[in-house]
């Protein structure tokens, strides 16, 4: 019974928050396509400074081993990057394999200019990982308490949406459809219930490697808040534009801090 319990909390927090944050995300997206890359970078930098950081820390492992853990981390999603933007553009070249030569100079010349951004595989791992500790977190609860475990469910999830409505925005860019971005999201939300059934069964070994999940999920969005999508923000902008674009940036700061704030 328990592990029912564990099965519709996690899912209802993994995949509810992701749909949630669509409904949310893309009515704005479709008219504020820059302002929601702010709203995203700052949503993942508060996910990772403000909530999974500062947690990871509370627990009894060592300051040392975190910060190696979170370089190990940024250091892997660099490398996912290079192999993304790399399949990319063989993909691309292979496109464009039987062009004669003035059709190859144009090709390359569009290359150039339209190459797919990068960062979806990194924000999909990153939220896969989180999700798992999520799932291992309301696993821990439900075995407790019922009412802790719906609780901690319904607190996940609240503090999820802010952050899914960034990795929309930025899984929407990457693949240039919002319907691909919502199913890519979605399952990676339902990592959730496998961390809720593996937490079940294993809760006492995992429970010591979870600020580890931590850092290395906060790793993930680190990288693509200052990898990706801040350098798409630095272009020279008139001072309305630029105002904007700073409060679209605190707005998602503040909006995951307030909610994470609530649902602790």
Known sequence: MILIEILIGTIAAGVGSVWLAAVLGFAMLARYTQHMLSLAAGALMATAFMHLLPEAFESEAGAHELFAWLLVGLVFFFLLDKAELWHHGHEHHQGEGHDGPAGHGHGHHHHHHAEPRSGGWTVLAG?????????ILIASAFMADLRLGVITSLAVLAHEVPHHMGDLVVLR???????????KVSLAGTVTALGGVVGYFLLTQLQDYLPYFLVVASSSFIYVALADLIPQLQKRLGLQATVAQIAWLLAGIGLVTVVSGLAH
């Open 127 to 135: 939220d896969s990982v989180h999700a798992f500790g999520d799932g």
């Open 173 to 183: 860019h990457t693949s240039g459809t919002s319907r691909a971005a919502l199913v």
